[in-house]
């Protein structure tokens, strides 16, 4: 038996950040005491800070899909009319969180592998201007496709409804100026780009958005905005935090601040700009080529052969897991994340064993030839060598 090391390599969860896991060891620590608060006040405002809006930002003991069902729970109510954007499978989770509520949803579908366009919503606003909300993913993880929620911010900021943005995967891997674009509520999560376990759900919160907390009348208990946001002034949580999270989530915003936010993307789009020349270059087919984000890559297998094989050999192999499609997109596609703690030698490792799976397959392959094409880019955009250390 040879060494094979485990490597996380999906989408979410992704690769953790080592001083954020560290940091975990220290939570012995009560969470009704300063020295919790401090530690709680600091990592809200630095949430605050990289995700670069002036808005209030909330934090829930949740994953991701959480801060969307208090989303939906606490701004909304019984009835009111709202537009969804559904471009895969987080698109249709949004469609269900909401009509698990009673809402009177108009669903715009875009098919797996493409994108709402911003004409669409804007038609859909003008033709239900009683429109309360418009959901939308940044970036579609289940198909590597990314919206313009720009576009779509300045379409919403015109009417009286809300633009709800899952930026689960957006945060970190495209630029979002919540406050400039007028993304009224913005979610993220611990386990994508922020580099450290699955467990805590963000949302930013617009003064917009605020004034629909006054007349929404869906019950909600758990998920409380208002009452988070009271308690989080306060350097508190509702309810029990999730305090080696935070401890955790406290350390990894030092790197992001350190390294900086847009270089936080630039590194994601980087990586990705090199995966899809890499995987062109070995023959194989973007399955979003038209709006392809930065937080993943889905790529189509090889003609007549599975992806589920390819996923298989990955951990087979190279013990590492990467993923493969969702629902329908099973078995067509395998995706490659660039979020959060990803770097070249990653991707570069990726490549490789990429195209050794395929050859033991036998799909032609000249070896090298995708790692060469990810080099390329690696060397184009010069990324500077760095002496600090992570
Ligand atoms: C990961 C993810 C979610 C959240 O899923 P959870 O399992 O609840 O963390 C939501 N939307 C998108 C686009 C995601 O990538």
Redesign the pocket.
């Known amino acids: 038996m040879h060494i094979r090391k485990q490597r996380l390599l999906t989408?979410?969860p992704t690769p953790l950040y080592p001083p954020a896991l560290h940091a975990m060891m220290a939570s012995d620590i009560h969470h009704r005491t300063e020295d919790f608060r401090k530690v709680y006040k600091s990592a809200l405002a630095d949430l605050k800070e990289v995700m670069g809006t002036s808005h209030d930002v909330l934090m829930f003991a949740?994953?991701?899909?959480?801060a969307?069902d208090a989303t939906v729970s606490n701004l909304f109510s019984r009835g009111d009319k709202v537009i969804v954007c559904s471009a895969?499978?987080?698109g249709e989770?949004w469609v269900e969180i909401a009509k698990a509520y009673g809402l009177d949803v108009t669903v715009l579908s875009a098919p797996y592998g493409e994108v709402v366009t911003v004409e669409a919503v804007a038609g859909a606003l003008a033709a239900e201007p009683a429109a309360r909300g418009v959901f939308v993913?940044?970036?579609?993880?289940?198909t590597g496709a990314a919206h313009d929620v720009r576009g779509m911010g300045r379409a919403v900021a015109k009417t009286d409804a809300i633009l709800v943005v899952?930026?689960?995967?957006?945060l970190g891997t495209m630029p979002l100026d919540i406050d400039g674009w007028g993304l009224d509520v913005v979610?993220g999560?611990?386990?994508?780009a922020f580099m450290i376990p699955?467990g805590l759900?963000f949302l930013a919160v617009s003064p917009k958005a605020w004034k629909f907390a006054d007349t929404a009348t869906l019950p909600h208990y758990y998920f409380n905005l208002k009452k988070e946001k009271k308690s989080g002034d306060a350097g508190e949580s509702s309810w029990t935090p999730s305090t080696a999270l935070i401890l955790a989530l406290a350390e990894a915003l030092k790197y992001v601040q350190q390294i900086g936010m847009p270089k936080l993307v630039e590194n994601a789009q980087l990586l990705a700009r090199a995966t899809r020349a890499a995987v062109e270059k070995l023959g194989l087919e973007l399955f979003a080529p038209h709006s392809p984000g930065a937080?993943?890559t889905a790529v189509k297998a090889p003609r007549g052969m599975d992806s589920g094989v390819i996923v298989k050999e990955f951990r087979n192999r190279f013990g590492a897991i990467i993923a493969n499609g969702q629902g329908s997109m099973k078995g067509q596609i395998f995706r490659i994340a660039h979020l959060g703690y990803f770097d070249f030698a990653d991707l570069f490792a990726v490549i490789a064993g990429l195209e050794i799976i395929l050859h033991a397959h036998g799909v032609p392959v000249e070896f090298g030839a995708g790692v060469a094409a990810a080099q390329e880019i690696y060397a184009e955009a010069a990324v500077a060598p760095q002496t600090v250390n992570a």
């Open positions: 989408p979410g949740a994953s991701g899909t959480g969307m895969g499978k987080f989770r993913q940044a970036s579609e993880t289940s899952d930026a689960i995967t957006g979610i999560g611990s386990q994508k699955p759900a937080s993943v």
